[in-house]
Each structure stands twice: as C-alpha cells, then as structure tokens.
C-alpha cells in the first residue's frame, strides 16, 4: 500500500489490480469515468440482448461485437482523424473482458467494478492502498516507490500525427516523474514489461538531480531533456506553465 502503478493504456492496471486484491491487498484505480464507462458497456451490450440477459459470456461477447463495430466506424474516418479514439474504445472492451475473464458471473463482475474504482481522498489518493492509473489520470500524484507498466506503449502506436506524438513525449514525461526523488531519500522507479526509447535509464544519485529554482523540488537530471549552458537555472515545467513570465533565457527547463 501507497504504491503507484501507471501505465499508457487501462487493461494492464485492471489485471494487475485484480492480481492485488486476490492476494489481500487493498488495490484502487483512478478515474470513475472507466468504471462508468465499462458499467455503460454492460447495459448496452444487455439492452440488445434483453435486460434481463445475466449470462456473462453472452454480455462479453455483445460487447465485443458492439465495440468492434464502433473501432470499425473510428478507423474509417479520413485522415487518421478516428485512431485515437478507435484506441480509447478498444482499451475500454480489453479492461472489462480482462476482468470478466476472472468473475464467474455478472454480479461478481460488478462487485469487482465497485472495489477497483474506490472513492479517493481530495488529494485524489485513497489511504492504505496501492494506486493504479493510466499516465492522464496520474498527474499530480506522487510516490517513493512508482512502477510503470508496458513502457512500450509510449508512445502509443495509434499516435501517428505529428500533434499526438508530441502528447505521447509529455506523456512520458510525466510518467518518470511521478517518482518522488529527494535528496537523502530512497525512492525507486521500476519499469515493468519492454522498453521504450522514450525513457532514458536513470540512477538515483545525488549528482544526477537538479532543483527546480522555483518550487525548490527536486528532479532526476537523465529523465529530461536540456538544453543551454551547463551553469543555468533550472525551472520545472509545472513552474514554467504557472509562472510563464518569470522565464529568462538563461534557465533551462526540466
């Protein structure tokens, strides 16, 4: 518990936060909008079906067919305009078949729903449990100790534009930086399941860290990139967004 586990796409953190609470450890997934939205998923795939349909199999596989309908729709927009959205759907049908897979009937499937997407602090972090999210949902959020997993998947391979690209680049930004490095202070960053260029190797040395002039916290040197003179200041880019005109051109930005 007080663990962070992040990851691009939903379907890995649900399999894994099933894999906790089955081991007795208190697991929590960030953003109701997925459990809604898997819980809409489910009535639509009854409402075809007849509402007083509670066969799971019959439910997973109506919702398939429904949501391959729906990818089919996105992926013929013009442009690549639907891709990403095509994506969005087929992660949401990959979380409820992951964890319809593990429950033997509709009702211990809602339970199951009910406990992953708990109710959060005003911090947005429940206390005693071990919080999973994809890398949207964590922002803000901080931890010693934060996994990170299928790193492959950033950049996503649906990002194919030029705009998305830069997205999936402040994505991983985000996501190494939910470690909560200090000075003094053990803090571990584990990726877990392939690798991506995107996330350089870094090492919790003293020497590898630079301190944001601002806010004062603390940064790992290899997880960003800089540019300028070795000798200047420091901004974060939380500070940079919050305090646009304090920028110099002898800061770098972290």
């Given at each position: 518990p007080g663990d962070l586990v992040v990851c691009r796409v939903n379907a890995p953190l649900l399999s894994t936060a099933y894999g906790l609470l089955k081991r007795g450890v208190r697991a929590v997934v960030r953003g109701r909008d997925l459990g809604t939205g898997i819980n809409k998923m489910i009535e639509a795939a009854r409402k075809e079906l007849g509402m007083d349909e509670k066969d799971l199999g019959l439910i997973l596989?109506?919702?398939?067919?429904?949501?391959?309908?729906?990818?089919?729709?996105?992926?013929?927009?013009?442009?690549?305009?639907?891709?990403?959205?095509?994506?969005s759907a087929q992660d949401k049908l990959d979380c409820l078949l992951e964890l319809g897979s593990q429950c033997g009937d509709l009702y211990e499937l809602q339970r199951l729903?009910?406990?992953?997407?708990?109710?959060?602090?005003?911090?947005?972090?429940?206390?005693?449990?071990?919080?999973?999210?994809?890398?949207?949902?964590?922002?803000?959020?901080?931890?010693?100790?934060?996994?990170?997993?299928?790193?492959?998947?950033?950049?996503?391979?649906?990002?194919?534009?030029?705009?998305?690209q830069e997205q999936e680049n402040n994505l991983a930004y985000v996501a190494v930086t939910r470690?909560?490095?200090?000075?003094?202070?053990?803090?571990?960053?584990?990726?877990?399941?392939?690798?991506?260029?995107?996330?350089?190797?870094?090492?919790?040395?003293?020497?590898?860290?630079?301190?944001?002039?601002?806010?004062?916290?603390?940064?790992?040197?290899a997880s960003v990139e800089l540019d300028g003179p070795e000798d200047s200041e420091y901004t974060c880019m939380s500070c940079k967004a919050e305090e646009p005109a304090q920028a110099n051109d002898d800061r770098e930005w972290i």
């Open positions: 596989g109506k919702a398939s067919e429904i949501t391959n309908k729906l990818v089919a729709k996105y992926m013929a927009l013009p442009n690549g305009k639907g891709e990403m959205r095509a994506a729903l009910d406990r992953l997407f708990d109710e959060f602090d005003d911090d947005g972090k429940p206390g005693n449990a071990v919080v999973l999210g994809t890398v949207h949902r964590t922002k803000g959020l901080e931890g010693t100790r934060v996994f990170v997993l299928r790193p492959d998947l950033i950049p996503h391979p649906m990002a194919k534009k030029a705009a998305d470690a909560k490095f200090e000075e003094g202070k053990v803090a571990e960053l584990v990726f877990v399941g392939g690798e991506c260029p995107l996330f350089p190797s870094m090492e919790a040395d003293a020497e590898n860290f630079v301190t944001c002039r601002w806010c004062e916290k603390e940064f790992p040197r």
